[in-house]
T-cell receptor, first 117, second 111 residues
Framework: DTGVSQNPRHKITKRGQNVTFRCDPI?????LYWYRQTLGQGPEFLTY????????KSRLLSDRFSAERPKGSFSTLEIQRTEQGDSAMYLC???????????????FGPGTRLTVL | GDSVTQMEGPVTLSEEAFLTINCTYT??????LFWYVQYPGEGLQLLLK?????DKGSNKGFEATYRKETTSFHLEKGSVQVSDSAVYFC??????????FGTGTRLQVFP
């Protein structure tokens, strides 16, 4: 069990550019979550997948954001036409949840820190 | 909607002092409650959890009891160490399984 991994760990981009982040969950975990954390705040939910199906999206996820999990394993989060307000830590988590139980533990990756200049 | 409120920090303590970090929640139904910890330069780690009323979660000397009557899940430790310095997040998971976090409380322990 190697844990949740995220790449890149840091990304600096100019306003208006597109960026893509990758998350590799713990092997065999069927649920994968994306959160965003800004300085001094707790993580905020963005979206999550059950296998390859995207089951919920937050209103925080504007149409510039898109997430995929094409084969039910790794996931990508793309931000198009980045804005300075997108600067944050993007966190990925995974869990082994077959019955939708809210008791399941989510395991977090180290995050990708995005800075938009 | 569901929400979590936790005490603002920083909390500054001397080594071996008693720690309490308050956390209260608002939720419909029967949420599960969690404490996550974020050490400097590291990702979020689960510290402990409780999944039903009156359950006590414990780990590494930390404890928290799920109190439905007061909608609280306060984190306690009898004797803190310098190595406990970190940011602590209270969170709940409700009917939709996503985690809802508080704003975090920074703990600083001095020798």
């Amino acid at each position: 069990d190697t844990g949740v991994s995220q790449n890149p760990r840091h990304k600096i981009t100019k306003r208006g550019q597109n960026v893509t982040f990758r998350c590799d969950p713990i092997s065999e975990h069927n649920r994968l979550y994306w959160y965003r954390q800004t300085l001094g705040q707790g993580p905020e939910f963005l979206t999550y997948f059950q296998n390859e199906a995207q089951l919920e999206k937050s209103r925080l996820l504007s149409d510039r954001f898109s997430a995929e999990r094409p084969k039910g394993s790794f996931s990508t989060l793309e931000i198009q036409r980045t804005e300075q307000g997108d600067s944050a830590m993007y966190l990925c988590a995974s869990s082994d949840s077959w019955r939708g139980a809210n008791t399941d533990t989510q395991y977090f990756g180290p995050g990708t820190r995005l800075t938009v200049l | 909607g569901d929400s979590v409120t936790q005490m603002e920090g920083p909390v500054t303590l001397s080594e071996e002092a008693f720690l309490t970090i308050n956390c209260t929640y608002t939720a419909t139904g029967y949420p599960s409650l969690f404490w996550y910890v974020q050490y400097p330069g590291e990702g979020l780690q689960l510290l402990l959890k409780a999944t039903k009323a009156d359950d006590k979660g414990s780990n590494k000397g930390f404890e928290a009891t799920y109190r439905k009557e007061t909608t609280s899940f306060h984190l306690e430790k009898g004797s803190v160490q310098v190595s406990d310095s970190a940011v602590y997040f209270c969170a709940l998971s409700g009917s939709t399984d996503k985690l809802i976090f508080g704003t975090g409380t920074r703990l600083q322990v001095f020798p």
